[in-house]
């Protein structure tokens, strides 16, 4: 499969990385100082205790008739209109947002063309040792990478990923995913925020009461809306 994966930073560099392994022909579309070091030493990240550099090609621009299989947008939520604008003229069929927003999946085909989009949610985390890549996939059991189901693309997506190791699951409706999941874990990371010490907030059984009964509240907010 040939994959542009857009925004470097830690989902979309762990993706890249895993797919390149997997044999996938990989590209990273990158700006600024991730752009800057991925030009001078390329993807680097940590595996199994070591620092490996991941096949991939450096993009600091895409033309219109490059064409991938899937294009994996990796960006924060406030950036996911621009960067689709950027794409509307892309010839690519296929965009994968995957973004942490709970918008509507027709907001953003208004943007880059109806049918174009592929709903997910990552299931990954870490962050940089300067250069390098420390980040790892979530178990799944506790977080698999979320497809949302649409016409028969998910789940050759989801093949590609499985194909590199990566836990996955598909979704009836992944606007109602994404709701949900949100009311699980805003109370989970206020947790942390709350803690007098967020490494173990886990011990602290009155604020896990107080956390399990704020998510059993959403969750029955959420019940009571359909």
């Not at 989902?11 to 001078?40: F, M, N, Q, T």
């Not at 927003?101 to 907001?107: C, G, V």
Request: with cysteine; charged share 25%; proline share 5%.
């Amino acid at each position: 499969m040939r994959i542009l994966i857009c925004g470097a930073g830690v989902i979309g560099s762990l993706y890249g990385a895993l797919l390149s392994e997997a044999g996938h022909d990989v590209s990273l579309y990158a700006r600024g100082k991730r752009l800057e070091s991925l030009r001078k030493n390329g993807l680097l990240y940590i595996r199994n205790g070591q620092i490996r550099t991941a096949k991939a090609r450096v993009l600091s621009s895409l033309e219109k008739t490059d064409r991938y299989d899937f294009i994996l947008l990796a960006v924060r939520e406030n950036q996911l209109s621009a960067a689709l604008d950027e794409l509307r003229e892309n010839v690519s069929p296929t965009i994968v947002t995957m973004v942490n927003s709970t918008d509507p999946l027709e907001r953003w085909e208004a943007v880059c063309g109806k049918g174009r989009i592929l709903p997910a949610f990552p299931g990954a985390g870490g962050g940089f040792n300067g250069d390098v890549l420390d980040a790892a996939l979530t178990p799944g059991p506790v977080q698999p990478t979320t497809i949302g189901k649409t016409d028969g693309r998910e789940q050759v997506l989801a093949d590609v990923f499985r194909s590199a190791g990566i836990p996955v699951q598909i979704v009836p409706d992944m606007h109602v995913w994404q709701i949900c999941h949100l009311a699980m874990v805003v109370p989970i990371a206020d947790a942390y925020y709350e803690a007098a010490d967020p490494k173990h907030a886990g011990s602290d059984a009155e604020l896990m009461k107080k956390t399990a009964r704020r998510i059993r509240e959403n969750m029955q907010a959420l019940s009571k809306k359909g």
